[in-house]
């Protein structure tokens, strides 16, 4: 994908190119242990019209890299590999199944006098570590999610079964990572949480806890609102992962306007019973459709002990979504789907209205939201939980921040610096004109901030964040 930079504007002179995937495999070095039989390594190659040999010598080489690296470090096989052109990620997730990453550094095209041909500049420096490392890693968690583990599908069914999943995952799958969108978040991989006053958190509890009495099929709920968690009975790896496939790929596909709250005249009251907003958006898309199909995505989860296989059910009224997760071993059917709609559709629409209202009042209480002189982004390792008011928008296609993406730059690399140490740490950063950014380490939290004071020396900023933390942070930060 072609980005303009800003050095374009003016006289449209040099043109900028993003980082782009250019190669993806997974490969298992015990399945062609022989010579000649190279290319059973191979699981699964992108993209699919690369010449054999040329496969088979790229998965050669990476074999090679890590097990020269390993030398050195037995216990911690390679990472990357930085050339001038691009980047290689390795991922060991399950023992021998190996999956690499070849991402194109991003670019500078400079024209040349006299005809000749433009001069092209890499950017090797432009790409973090540990942005793509966690993409990478993120490609395997989604695997899972969907498919279980690499092993399961070749105890069940060898490698033809295996390389089978493979292809119909990634062939998909890979279409949506747009690697110029990867940030800092990407690293953290965290979960938005929905702020809400303790009457209504209650509401949601005992919604859930009747629903799942109710319909005794229920394993698991979620409950989120505004693409944003507000209940999970998940473990939270689990829902970190199903969180990120919910808020990046099916809801985007289904959005919706929002309704006004409870007095809204788009929501019709006949004699006492509410015609409600509720339906699938996994499943049926129409109930009285007498060829509608009861079929569900399939996920696994806990799949580290237990491993479990479920239906996943997500229920939709208004901007409130419910994930209801059944055994797979369990047939659902029309009469199950009927029930499930008429039990939570009215009692959803109730609460998603008592949810928006209740956050109308806050909003309006708490005063006009002004633009304030900094920007941040925070995460706790402990409950996963993540806020960023330097993302207008995030999903897997496009990553809309308010800041330079030099500063988003200078934010990765602080987080690889905290990242080396255990200890609680502190750094400032002055970077571009009027810029400053803060990046605070503090038992499991993180906080970046970014400044912009013009003139503003290093005790000033201090005092700034200072003042951010008590106001925005007071119960986590404990600063002298």
Request: a negative charge; glycine letters at 4%.
């Amino acid at each position: 994908m072609l980005m303009i930079s800003p050095r374009m504007a003016s006289g449209m002179q040099e043109k900028q190119y993003t980082p782009s995937l250019l190669s993806f495999f997974i490969y298992n070095p015990k399945f062609g242990p022989r010579e000649g039989e190279e290319e059973k390594k191979i699981l699964f190659y992108h993209p699919i019209e690369i010449e054999k040999n040329e496969k088979i010598r790229n998965v050669g080489l990476c074999e090679a890299i890590v097990q020269f690296t390993r030398t050195f470090c037995p216990t911690k096989p390679a990472k990357s590999l930085h050339t001038q052109k691009n980047r290689q990620f390795f991922h060991e997730p399950e023992e021998s199944y190996w999956m690499v990453m070849v991402v194109r550094n991003p670019m500078v095209e400079k024209p040349n006098k006299d005809g000749k041909p433009p001069t092209v500049e890499y950017q090797e420096e432009e790409i973090i570590d540990s942005v793509y490392g966690s993409v990478l890693q993120q490609c395997y968690s989604m695997y899972k999610l969907f498919n279980g583990t690499f092993s399961r599908a070749f105890e069940a069914g060898g490698v033809e079964l295996l390389t089978q999943k493979l292809e119909k995952f990634f062939y998909r799958y890979l279409q949506t990572l747009h690697l110029q969108s990867c940030d800092l978040l990407d690293v953290f991989g965290g979960i938005s949480f929905f702020p809400l006053d303790k009457m209504t958190y209650l509401k949601i509890q005992s919604f859930v806890n009747r629903v799942e009495e109710s319909l005794s099929l229920v394993k698991y709920t979620a409950f989120l609102y505004n693409d944003q968690l507000i209940w999970s009975g998940l473990e939270q790896d689990d829902m970190r992962v199903l969180y990120k496939y919910l808020t990046t790929s099916l809801f985007p596909r289904h959005t919706e306007p929002e309704l006004a709250g409870r007095d809204s005249p788009l929501r019709p009251e006949v004699a006492g019973n509410l015609l409600h907003y509720g339906r699938f958006l996994t499943g049926p898309a129409n109930l009285k459709d007498p060829d509608a199909k009861f079929r569900f995505p399939r996920i696994f989860v806990n799949t580290e002990d237990s491993y479990e296989e479920l239906h996943l059910i997500v229920y939709k009224a208004m901007s409130a979504a419910v994930c209801f997760m059944v055994n797979a071993a369990v047939d659902l059917n029309r009469e199950f789907c009927e029930q499930l709609d008429s039990l939570v559709g009215p009692q959803l629409t109730m609460l998603a209205s008592d949810i928006c209202e209740q956050y109308n009042i806050n909003r309006r209480i708490s005063g006009p939201e002004k633009e304030p002189q900094f920007k941040f982004i925070y995460f706790n390792h402990m409950n996963l939980a993540e806020k960023s008011t330097i993302h207008m928008r995030k999903t897997a296609s496009v990553s809309l921040t308010s800041v330079h993406p030099d500063l988003m730059k200078i934010l990765g690399d602080i987080n690889c610096d905290f990242a080396r140490v255990d200890e609680d740490e502190e750094i400032i950063v002055k970077a571009m004109t009027d810029y400053w950014v803060v990046g605070k380490k503090s038992d499991q939290r993180e906080l970046y901030v970014i400044l912009n004071q013009k003139n503003a020396n290093l005790i000033e900023v201090n005092e700034e964040v200072k003042r951010l933390c008590a106001t925005q942070f007071n119960n986590i930060f404990f600063l002298d």
